[in-house]
């Protein structure tokens, strides 16, 4: 199965810098069936970008998705207050699916 | 709209089995693949097992394989998940999700369920 790697585990920023989170695959996702989403406690995940960077409906141009093979990342310009939650990365080209553990964006 | 509606879930005894349901609306249920994700407690997301629109094409999660059985119901817009042999770490929030339509492989789960707690404890 394709193990997927997120990086920072924990990431600690203010509201208005940017953040980077990095997603790492085993092997070649294909054809870029990466996918991110986010979570809030107590909520279902919500879809961010698939296809590594074609964003989702209704999510605002500060997040933005990119690379393609075996590195990915999720990039938001400047951090609003509603950002603070956990990320994951997801690939869905070849079963079994997987996702990443996970980056929990805190609060500074 | 599009709306995934969970139920099911409980405290069943090791060893034990329930069945999940997921109930759907809001599009052509039998257009898209479904899937189940499941979060165990101050964990992160693990899918589990998916199902084609016309039931043809099923993939399982090693974890649960043998155990539990996805199916669906196009008439009635239901997506179930029998689970068997369940053990303490099965407990979690099991998910249900909208998959991708048959004509289109890039768009995963844009759309889950509120979740469904199974608790496996004796």
């Known amino acids: 199965e394709i193990v997927l790697t997120q990086s920072p585990g924990t990431l600690s920023l203010s509201p208005g810098e940017r953040a980077t989170l990095s997603c790492r695959a085993s092997?070649?996702?294909?054809?870029?069936?990466l996918a991110w989403y986010q979570q809030k406690p107590g909520q279902a995940p919500r879809l961010l970008f698939y296809g590594a960077s074609s964003r989702a409906t209704g999510i605002p141009d500060r997040f933005s998705g990119s690379g393609s093979g075996t590195d990915f990342a999720l990039t938001i310009s400047r951090l609003e207050p509603e950002d603070f939650a956990v990320y994951y990365c997801q690939q869905y080209g070849r079963s079994p699916y997987t996702f990443g553990q996970g980056t929990n964006l805190e609060i500074k | 709209q599009v709306l995934l509606v969970e139920s099911g879930g409980g405290l069943v005894k090791p060893g034990g089995s329930l069945r999940l349901s997921c109930a759907a609306s809001?599009?052509?249920?039998?257009?898209?693949?479904m899937s189940w994700i499941r979060q165990a407690p101050g964990k992160g997301l693990e899918w589990l097992s998916n199902?084609?629109?016309?039931?043809?094409?099923?993939d399982y999660a090693d974890s649960v394989m043998g155990r539990f059985t996805i199916s669906r119901d196009n008439a009635k817009n239901l997506l179930y998940l029998q689970m068997n042999s369940l053990r303490p770490e099965d407990t979690a929030v099991y998910y249900c999700?909208?998959?991708?339509?048959?004509?289109?492989?890039?768009?995963?789960?844009?759309?889950w369920g509120q979740g469904t707690v199974v608790t496996v404890s004796s």
């Open positions: 092997q070649t996702v294909s054809t870029n069936y």
């Open positions: 809001g599009f052509t249920f039998n257009d898209y693949y």
């Open positions: 999700a909208r998959d991708r339509p048959w004509w289109d492989l890039l768009t995963p789960f844009e759309y």
């Open positions: 199902i084609s629109g016309g039931d043809t094409t099923i």
